[in-house]
């Protein structure tokens, strides 16, 4: 079983910036992909980043030009910069990893208010 643990969540003040990490359990090198996603209270969970098995990443139009994703593959571990947080950003964040399955972390709070 992959084991995804996130963490760097909490409350920041709009325009503030977040680093979210997610450690794996297991080799990140050459998954099928790998990314993260979003949910909002009473809304469905939204993806937001991509990265493929080429490396490419696609990012959701909500926070492109906001929002970077990048993956350290030697400490198993990949990261969401998160920068100008909007109040509109509060979600519940998760991150992914498709391999021979789709595994989910067990998502971090992030609060964006004054």
């Known amino acids: 079983q992959v084991q995804l643990v996130e963490s760097g969540g909490g409350l920041v003040q709009p325009g503030g910036s977040l680093r979210l990490a997610c450690q794996t359990s297991?080799?990140?090198?050459?998954?099928?992909?790998m990314g993260w996603a979003r949910q909002a209270p009473g809304k469905q969970r939204e993806l937001i980043t991509t990265?493929?098995?080429?490396?490419?990443?696609l990012y959701a139009d909500s926070v492109k030009g906001r929002f970077a994703t990048s993956v350290d593959n030697a400490q198993k571990t990949m990261y969401l910069q998160m920068n100008s947080l909007k109040p509109e950003d509060t979600a519940v964040y998760y991150c992914?990893?498709?391999?021979?399955?789709?595994?989910w972390g067990q998502g971090t709070q992030v609060t964006v208010s004054s």
């Open positions: 297991e080799s990140i090198f050459n998954v099928e992909s």
């Open positions: 990265v493929d098995s080429s490396g490419r990443t």
């Open positions: 992914y990893l498709h391999s021979n399955d789709v595994y």
